[in-house]
């Protein structure tokens, strides 16, 4: 999963190269995109990074954070069980 993830994230390749009218679905179910990119314009190109890139992705970021600690919190009583 974390080679997909690799492959799915702007690091081999520009963020540009997304569509327009897909990049702010591909930011949100990909927050690291937006942090990869504002990486690589700041750093290989000299640019400013994209705000609404990482705006989307922040959000993103919060949506999966706050899915994933509601899903912990549903599992956790069964965690013991398990273990």
């Known amino acids: 999963m ?5 492959f799915a994230s702007p690091v081999a390749y520009p963020l540009s190269v997304v ?4 990049r702010w679905l ?8 937006g942090l990869i990119d504002a990486f690589s314009r700041t750093l290989a190109l000299g640019e400013s990074p994209d705000g ?26 069964n965690f013991a069980d398990v273990i």
């Open 52 to 77: 609404p890139a990482l705006a989307i992705s922040f959000a993103g970021t919060i949506a999966v954070s706050f899915i994933g600690y509601r899903a912990f919190k549903a599992l956790e009583p």
């Open 26 to 33: 591909y930011l949100v179910l990909n927050p690291a995109a």
């Open 2 to 6: 974390i080679q997909l993830w690799l």
């Open 19 to 22: 569509p327009n009218s897909w």
